[in-house]
């Protein structure tokens, strides 16, 4: 009698909070209300989508599930409006709760740790795809799918079609995340400037060369010296814009990529191997063997030192004064104000703040009196070497979750980022994370108002860019170091080789604990013995590599620009 009475209470219960009135109808509402046709699918294949996860979701009815990402656009359009949809439809009571960058790796960190299931599921950047792969605490999702999550995987995945995958498998070809948004770092720069037929002139009687998207470093700092102090509309602009705040903002704005686009490390796609763009090599079973030059890896190489000294040029001669003291957050918004002529490193997360009318960057049509391009590349680049950053936020599944949690949170997670919705949540955010999504029409009407988000993405040129990979051990213990060691050079403490000396050593002190702990198994640091630079440059040509490289007499290079016109046209063909 009892359990009958418990189980009559619980489906009054499920009554009350409407959770038994999930199913087609609710879908349909949603379809009708949200989505319409900015789907890549009709509405008959969104319907039998939805029905799936109708079916599929019936063992969870009534569950509460907490799932958890940082605060960006994308993720604020699932929390407010992709949840409230999935639990109407299922039944599944979603929580998607949203909290600072550093508090989601916190909290992941603190589940590892801890074993207790703090959420069901984690929207985590794919940087963290070698410490997941080497602690083996989340569920590969290859396997999962496979076997324990088979039941609860979309027949309409379609993994295929998502274009970041490649940074979200491990060396074991096992994924491990399956990405939910993702953007790019690129070069930025006033389209309207650099078309002005004076700008042009002047350019070329003083430089000798057309203005134009700077292919090389070299290129982009004479467009910096050229802009800066210029006259345009009365105001007096800067050719450059940048952040230099002793802040933990700074370390990203070096680990995303910054070495690479100088030169650093290997050539390879979507990471230089064996050495990375953070400078760790790692041997042929992917165990990390040194992060200095004294072991064959290159964070304090010739070309990172090159890399933080024309960070810190560029930042004292062309930027805003305040540029000195702000972090990321305060640098991102001073370009659409309209007093900058290029970035050279723009997170294309801004695209849909610098498209808003009534912006000085903004035209009285509302297309963009900007543009974004493939990031120039710096003296020690060479050709086959990735050449920016994209940060890929991935779904991912801890093992401490349990099994019923972790396979109603997957729903969730195939949800969000389903064929049916993904479209829409795409002109949301501008995270694409879909071909089908980059390809779909409403995106090709919408181009123009995107300064050339969508042609990159549609370029052949996008591969180039990729997140941190699998030769960085421990991403959280690692990353923290970077933004004291180039504040240190920011604030004029340390000369960039000091400051590059001491973060490489500081790193080799982590591989160092590490490798005593053995707590990584037989993918975790093994590190090599020490020799100078020649010693190890000589190793890396003899096996057909190229880092740790010898220094460049001359870094000022031949500049070399390209017209951006031209260059979209070629992608096009």
């Known amino acids: 009698m009892r359990r009958h009475l418990l189980t009559t209470t619980a489906v009054m219960l499920l009554a009350c909070t409407g959770t038994a009135l999930a199913g087609m109808d609710e879908a349909k509402t949603f379809l009708d209300k949200e989505i319409g046709d900015m789907s890549s699918l009709d509405r008959a294949a969104q319907e039998k989508e939805m029905q799936w996860y109708i079916d599929a979701a019936k063992p969870f009815a009534g569950m509460d599930i907490k799932v958890v990402s940082e605060t960006l656009t ?9 949840a409230p949809a999935f639990t109407a439809i299922t039944g599944i009571k979603l929580t998607h709760d949203l909290i600072g960058e550093g508090d989601v790796v916190e ?3 603190t589940q590892m740790q801890s074993g207790e299931n703090i959420y069901d599921a984690y929207v985590n950047d794919s940087d963290l795809i070698g410490t997941h792969w080497r602690y083996q605490q989340v569920r590969n999702l290859t396997d999962w799918m496979a076997n324990e999550g088979k039941d609860v995987t979309s027949p309409t995945l379609d993994l295929p079609d998502f274009i970041g995958t490649s940074f979200t498998t491990a060396p074991d070809k096992k994924l491990y995340q399956l990405p939910d948004q993702q953007f790019a770092n690129l070069y930025w720069f006033r389209y309207d400037w650099f078309n002005d037929e004076k700008n042009k002139a002047d350019f070329k009687a003083k430089y000798g060369y057309d203005l134009g998207v700077p292919v090389n470093w070299s290129a982009y700092e004479d467009i910096a010296e050229f802009f800066t102090g210029r006259e345009i509309n009365g105001k007096k602009v800067y050719g450059h814009m940048d952040y230099g705040k002793k802040d933990p903002s700074l370390g990203w704005r070096f680990t995303d990529a910054w070495l690479s686009m100088a030169g650093n490390g290997d050539k390879g796609i979507p990471n230089g191997l064996p050495v990375d763009e953070w400078g760790i090599k790692v041997n042929e079973k992917s165990q990390p063997v040194g992060s200095c030059v004294a072991r064959g890896g290159d964070t304090n190489g010739p070309a ?4 933080i000294q024309k960070y810190l040029d560029w930042m004292k001669a ?12 305060e640098s991102g918004p001073v370009p659409a104000q309209g007093e900058v002529a290029q970035q050279i490193f723009w997170y294309t997360a801004f695209t849909a703040d610098a498209v808003k009318k009534g912006l000085p960057v903004v035209n009285e049509d509302g297309t963009p009196k900007w543009r974004m391009a493939p990031s120039p590349h710096g003296v020690y680049w060479k050709e086959g070497m990735k050449l920016g950053y994209q940060d890929v936020g991935s779904w991912t599944l801890m093992k401490s979750t349990p099994d019923d949690r972790a396979k109603a949170a997957w729903l969730y997670a195939q949800f969000v980022t389903s064929k049916t919705v993904d479209v829409k949540k795409s002109h949301v955010g501008l995270t694409l994370i879909r071909e089908s999504s980059i390809q ?6 919408r181009a123009p108002e995107l300064g050339g988000l969508i042609e990159f993405y549609r370029s052949p040129a996008r591969v180039q860019w990729s997140p941190t990979g699998t030769n960085v051990p421990d991403y959280p213990k690692l990353a923290q170091l970077w933004w004291q060691a180039v504040g240190d050079a920011a604030a004029g403490n340390k000369t ?7 973060l490489c050593a500081e790193q080799e002190k982590v ?4 490798e005593r702990a053995g707590i990584q198994g037989e993918f975790g640091p093994q590190l090599a013995e020490e020799h100078d630079l020649e010693y190890w440059n000589k190793d890396a040509v003899s096996k057909g590599n190229l880092a740790p490289q010898l220094k460049i007499e001359n870094e000022k ?9 031209e260059l979209v046209k070629s992608w096009q063909k």
């Open 74 to 82: 994308t993720h604020e359009y699932e929390s407010k409006v992709l």
């Open 107 to 109: 909290k992941l960190q």
């Open 304 to 307: 990172a030192v090159y890399s």
């Open 318 to 329: 062309y930027a805003p004064p305040a540029a000195q003291g702000m972090n990321f957050s």
């Open 440 to 445: 779909h029409e409403s995106f090709t009407k």
């Open 496 to 502: 960039p080789q000091e400051a590059m000396d001491s």
């Open 511 to 514: 591989l160092q604990r590490l």
């Open 557 to 565: 290079e031949k500049p070399m620009t390209v017209n951006y016109d």
